[in-house]
C-alpha cells in the first residue's frame, strides 16, 4: 500500500524560507511523476509544482514561479519543495501526491506564513 | 491554462438519492486525462476517477463518471451516508494541472 508522508511545515513570516519533504513507500517512487498541491484555509486544492520521474523535468503553477524549487532523491525515495521569499497568500496544507492524476496523496503539512 | 468550471457550487440531496456533478473544460482535454477526487473535512483527498470513467481501487461501483471533450459528470447512485463530501474535478492533459473549484455534496 501507498504511503506519502509530508513533513517540514511550520509558522514563517513573510520573506522567510521552508523546505518541505514528502517521504514515499508501497510504490516504484522512481518511475513516477510527482506533485505538490496545497490548500488554503477553507479553499480548494490548487497544483503546485511537479517533477518528472528522472528529475529532468519540472513544472510550477504561475504564481510560485521563481519562489519554489521541486525536487527529489529518488535514492531516499523523498520529493521536496523548497519555498523561498513566502507571503502570506502561501499559507495552505501542502500535500504531495504520485502521479499526475493524484493516485494517492499524504496527509499534509500546515504552513503559516504570517508576522 | 486549462479552466475547470463546476456545478453546482452546492447539491443538497438526501440518502439514497442520485447525485449528478457537472465539470466543464474550457478547452478539450486530450486523452481523457480528467480525474475526480473526494475531500471530506479534516482529510486528504481520495481519488475517485481516472480517465473520466475508470474507477480508482477500491471504489464502490455506485460511483460513475462520463464525458469527453470539454463536459465530464460524475453520477453517484444511491447516495450513502459517507458519500456527503466535497469533489474535485482535476485535468493533466496540459503541463499546468488544473482543479475545478469543487462541488459541495451535503446533506439535505
Known amino acids: 500500500e501507498a504511503q506519502l508522508v509530508e513533513s517540514g511545515g511550520g509558522l514563517v513570516q513573510p520573506g522567510d524560507s521552508l523546505r518541505l519533504s514528502c517521504a514515499v513507500s508501497g510504490f516504484t517512487f522512481d518511475v513516477n511523476w510527482m506533485s505538490w498541491v496545497r490548500q488554503a484555509p477553507g479553499k480548494g486544492l490548487e497544483w503546485v509544482a511537479n517533477?518528472?520521474?528522472?528529475?529532468?523535468?519540472?513544472n510550477y503553477v504561475d504564481s510560485v514561479k521563481g519562489r519554489f524549487t521541486i525536487s527529489r532523491d529518488n535514492a531516499k525515495n523523498t520529493l521536496y519543495l523548497q519555498m523561498n521569499s513566502l507571503r502570506a497568500e502561501d499559507t495552505a496544507v501542502y500535500f504531495c501526491a504520485s502521479r499526475n492524476s493524484f493516485d494517492n496523496w499524504g496527509q499534509g503539512t500546515l504552513v503559516t506564513v504570517s508576522s | 491554462e486549462i479552466v475547470l468550471t463546476q456545478s453546482p457550487g452546492t447539491l443538497s440531496l438526501s440518502p439514497g438519492e442520485r447525485a449528478t456533478l457537472s465539470c466543464r473544460a474550457s478547452q478539450s482535454v486530450s486523452d481523457n486525462y480528467l480525474t475526480w477526487h473526494q475531500q471530506k473535512p479534516g482529510q486528504a483527498p481520495r481519488l475517485l476517477m481516472n480517465g473520466a470513467s475508470r474507477r480508482a481501487t477500491g471504489i464502490p461501483d455506485r460511483f460513475s463518471g462520463s464525458g469527453s471533450g470539454t463536459d465530464f459528470t460524475l453520477t453517484i447512485d444511491t447516495l450513502e451516508p459517507e458519500d456527503f463530501a466535497v469533489y474535485y474535478c482535476q485535468q493533466y492533459s496540459s503541463s499546468a494541472i488544473t482543479f475545478g473549484q469543487g462541488t459541495r455534496l451535503e446533506i439535505k
Open positions: 517533477s518528472k520521474y528522472d528529475d529532468s523535468a519540472e
